[in-house]
């Protein structure tokens, strides 16, 4: 079954998110998700306080920029995350916005060698690394992940895209992403995990698909796509009902999506009412379909 959630986008302010998160928590939404955005909201933090004020939605971050943040750091926190609710944090991390990260010269060479550090250390291995950029010296975590967690990566060219599938347990893709790059972006995973071994393994592939509903949701649509400079791309978001959004999800899922995160523009008045609208009516279709 395709599972479905939505997005709390950094530009709602974090004195929102109790509210908006407990509204998940109530009708039911599968995954809630967050994003690390330079200079808003902290990804961690952020997780952190709306897993303890809700009981059984899941949390997943998507993303954590690798420039960043040390790995150890990282791992600490995520093993916090993971040992507190037990089953319901997800983490993702990323090269995160390039205009911002410019100062690394090589950001999949970063992102190899942090996901390879962060997975050990979430495994409850020792960890030395002389890498470009990761260096560790016998680190161990006190107080690992009490079973095997999922890390996350967010990739959106050819090379991150089959590192995704090499080093980390799951992709994340950007709204950006219409069914045909989610079917391309599946082909050049599973070439990652071919050339690593790991073509037996499950590898999960979460999908953020920009909606909107209500009053004047085409417009909403419209112009961030324009801002996006995405306006020409076939397929590529949805306005309307309930009954657009789940077709919307059933392409993604039929190109290889196994979540769908519905993301809001950046100007949705309701944020709540967003949530509900994917928990109780856009979520029942998706499950009818599957």
Not at 49 to 71: F, H, S
Not at 130 to 141: F, K, M, N, S
Not at 247 to 257: I, N, Q, S
Request: with cysteine; charged share 25%; proline share 6%.
């Amino acid at each position: 079954m395709t599972g479905l959630g939505a997005v709390l986008r950094p530009q709602l302010a974090p004195e929102r998110l109790r509210a908006v998160a407990q509204v998940a928590d109530e009708v039911g939404l599968d995954e809630l998700w967050l994003w690390e955005d330079c200079f808003r909201e902290g990804g961690i933090s952020s997780a952190a306080a709306v897993l303890a004020w809700t009981e059984r939605v899941r949390v997943g971050v998507g993303l954590l920029p690798v420039p960043l943040r040390n790995v150890a750091v990282t791992a600490m926190e995520a093993a916090t995350l993971h040992r507190m609710f037990p089953g319901r944090a997800v983490l993702g991390v990323g090269h995160g916005v390039q205009d911002w990260m410019g100062q690394v010269e090589s950001p999949v060479t970063l992102l190899r060698e942090y996901l390879l550090a962060l997975r050990a250390l979430l495994r409850g291995e020792r960890v030395s690394a002389e890498g470009r950029y990761v260096q560790l010296d016998d680190v161990a975590l006190d107080w690992p992940p009490e079973r095997a967690e999922e890390v996350f990566a967010g990739a959106t060219g050819p090379r991150s895209l089959r590192l995704a599938g090499e080093a980390a347990d799951g992709t994340v893709l950007t709204a950006n992403t219409p069914p045909d790059g989610v079917r391309r972006a599946r082909r050049l995973i599973d070439e990652g995990r071919a050339a690593a071994g790991r073509g037996d393994d499950v590898h999960k592939v979460v999908v953020y698909l920009l909606a909107a509903t209500g009053a004047g949701a085409r417009e909403r649509l419209r112009a961030e796509l324009v801002a996006e400079g995405v306006a020409d791309v076939p397929d590529l978001g949805v306005a309307g009902g309930a009954d657009a959004v789940a077709d919307a999800v059933r392409r993604l899922a039929e190109a290889g999506a196994d979540t769908v995160i519905l993301q809001p523009t950046g100007d949705e008045p309701d944020p709540e009412g967003f949530v509900r609208f994917a928990a109780e009516q856009v979520r029942p279709l998706v499950a009818a379909q599957s």
